[in-house]
């Protein structure tokens, strides 16, 4: 038996693919109810990945390690003196080099594995409030919903990237400043650097893309405001437990 959507059984999806990517950017909503009739994700996963990898090739790539490895050990306060040190020795060696091309080709599976804890999240404590969720659908809904904001922000970092000085490329902070982290200096609070960093409008958007898509898979059982506040919840209360780690455990 097919997956019911919106409270009608056998009802067959009526979008191609191509017809949901470009949906979910300008029509979510009848895409997401399209998704709740077939719950595929694999074209879009896909797309994802392949954003990810070229993504992370771009930075190997282009981006001096040593100006790399010199942000984070400044971000950790180490001294001039270790930083030195530390970046001596490793001169001469590919090591670093090399593992940082083995991620671009395991970040799949790291973005994979990110979407399943996500939506088991998501299906859990939206099964809490009631809603008739399923894991197949609430996956389908992470991916698709997380793909706009994610193709936007991947598009816009390869071409920062590369149009940048590779020495201006400020790694600790992301590549697109879209949040207002650089409002606050990280080593003087780390804490509320970190809050105001995920006060990002991607983040944002994702959370609009949540919502509306949790809420039409939920069989009329959450509207997108009900679904928000569950969204919103668990965003806040990752933003607070990631700022509390990076205030105990300074980067």
């Known amino acids: 038996m097919e997956d019911t959507a919106m409270g009608v059984t056998g009802e067959a999806p009526q979008m191609s693919f191509f017809q949901r990517l470009t949906g979910i950017f300008f029509e979510p909503t009848r895409t997401f109810e399209d998704i709740n009739r077939k ?7 896909v797309i994802m990945a392949i954003l990810g990898m070229v993504v992370a090739y771009a930075m190997v790539s282009h981006i001096d390690t040593v100006a790399l490895m010199r942000q984070q050990m400044e971000a950790r306060n180490m001294s001039e003196a270790q930083i030195t040190a530390a970046i001596e020795a490793q001169q001469g060696s590919a090591l670093v080099k090399n593992l940082m091309y ?14 399943l804890i996500i939506a088991g999240v998501f299906l859990l404590i939206f099964m809490m409030m009631g809603a008739p969720l399923t894991f197949k659908k609430t996956l389908a809904v992470t991916i698709w919903g997380m793909s706009p904001p994610g193709i936007v922000m991947s598009v816009l970092s390869v071409v920062l990237i590369y149009i940048k000085n590779p020495d201006s490329v400020e790694m600790t902070q992301g590549v697109v400043m879209s949040n207002l982290g650089p409002l606050v200096n990280s080593k003087a609070n780390p804490f509320l650097h970190s809050v105001l960093g995920s006060i990002d409008l991607f983040s944002f958007w994702t959370i609009v893309m949540m919502s509306i898509g949790l809420a039409a898979i939920s069989d009329r059982k959450l509207t997108v405001k009900k679904a928000a506040i569950g969204v919103v919840i668990l965003w806040a209360l990752f933003v607070l437990g990631k700022s509390g780690i990076r205030m105990i455990f300074p980067q």
């Open 39 to 45: 719950a595929t994700w694999i074209g879009i996963f």
């Open 102 to 115: 083995l991620g671009v080709i395991v970040a799949p599976i790291a973005q994979i594995a990110s979407y």
